[in-house]
């Protein structure tokens, strides 16, 4: 099957979003001095599922890599908090915590980032109560079947891919 489009920005909201990616990337780089500091915290992305696709993104920080939606964890936060509060920033789902359902985690040596990783799932039944909406942080995102994944996933994406196939 083929994946299904999503709304992308236009010529100009791409290259805006391109560019704010670089500038934050920049900006966080000079603020730490370090930047893998920026990455030391723990993050949270979800596999969203909705009639046999998969929702990847293209985010303006690393445009070269499909991901899964999410990010970082602040610091007293629940991790499913987090996650719905990524989802809403990034692609604007409103999905509660209590509707994000644990499947793994992944140390540091695991994913070769500077960050742990803990991944969950969440099925949309409903299409029209889930419309997916780009935000200036994301530059590109689609439905795709597992079967036609794209090759320039991120190696977290990668394995929590594999691990939701495996239980599947």
Known sequence: MKPIPIKQHSRLGYTSAYVAGKLFRGTVTVAYGIKALRHTKPRTRAIIVHDGYVLLIRGSVRPEYWSLPGGGVHPKEQET?????ELHEEVRLHIPPNALY???RYSRAQTGAKYDLSIYYH???SPESHHVR???????AQWYTLDAIPKNVSKSTQLALADYQSRQ
């Open 81 to 85: 908090a987090a996650l719905s509060r």
């Open 134 to 140: 780009l935000t200036p942080e994301i530059l590109e």
């Open 123 to 125: 099925e949309i039944l």
């Open 102 to 104: 644990p499947l793994a």
